[in-house]
T-cell receptor, first 112, second 118 residues
């Protein structure tokens, strides 16, 4: 079955700098890759996703890139702000599937 | 914005006791899920539920676990005889469609129920 690995487990950046979180997946059939943000006391919330027919997607300060050949995808946050501090999870699933396979999570801390 | 609500937020129980975790999915969603996260580990899929029956379950979801939609709004996870290793955060989620890669389908999670088994 699918296995998703996520790095780093913790990341600390200065406010205004960029943050990059990387994930790899094992199943070449996976075609949908969402990213979730979990703030303290809340459930994971979808922030951006990408499907395997595109290589990059951007939404304001957040972007995700996908390399199908290498089976890895990354989350990029630019101009980081204190409210970006949270745990970020990557996930993968295949066509028609009803379950997500998650990475281990990255605790991102933005230092003022 | 519609949200998935879960109760209780934290439950402490003795090993061997039965536990029921409750969830109210988003009202127009048809697919319901339970995931869990043991402290320091990955979020893991447990079960998906549609049209009053289980559509998929993981190896974790053994005979000690059951799910039910007892009425039109609640979705429950029952652990029949809790073990120490059942201590985890349990997340309920819902979606409007079953295929998570389709169109605008979004898997929406609740805030979780933390279960501590002593």
């Amino acid at each position: 079955g699918e296995n998703v690995e996520q790095h780093p487990s913790t990341l600390s950046v200065q406010e205004g700098d960029s943050a990059v979180i990387k994930c790899t997946y094992s199943d070449s059939a996976s075609n949908y890759f969402p990213w979730y943000k979990q703030e303290l006391g809340k459930g994971p919330q979808l922030i951006i996703d990408i499907r395997s027919n595109v290589g990059e997607k951007k939404d304001q300060r957040i972007a995700v890139t996908l390399n199908k050949t290498a089976k890895h995808f990354s989350l990029h946050i630019t101009e980081t702000q204190p409210e970006d501090s949270a745990v970020y999870f990557c996930a993968a699933t295949s066509r028609g599937a009803q379950k997500l396979v998650f990475g281990q999570g990255t605790r991102l801390t933005i230092n003022p | 914005e519609p949200e998935v609500t879960q109760t209780p937020s934290h439950q402490v129980t003795q090993m061997g006791q039965e536990v029921i975790l409750r969830c109210v999915p988003i009202s127009n969603h048809l697919y319901f899920y339970w995931y869990r996260q043991i402290l320091g580990q990955k979020v893991e899929f447990l079960v998906s539920f549609y049209n009053n029956e289980i559509s998929e379950k993981s190896e974790i979801f053994d005979d000690q676990f059951s799910v039910e939609r007892p009425d039109g709004s609640n979705f429950t996870l029952k652990i029949r005889s809790t073990k120490l290793e059942d201590s985890a955060m349990y997340f309920c989620a819902s979606s409007s469609q079953g295929a998570l890669d389709s169109g605008a389908n979004v898997l929406t999670f609740g805030a979780g129920s933390r279960l501590t088994v002593l």
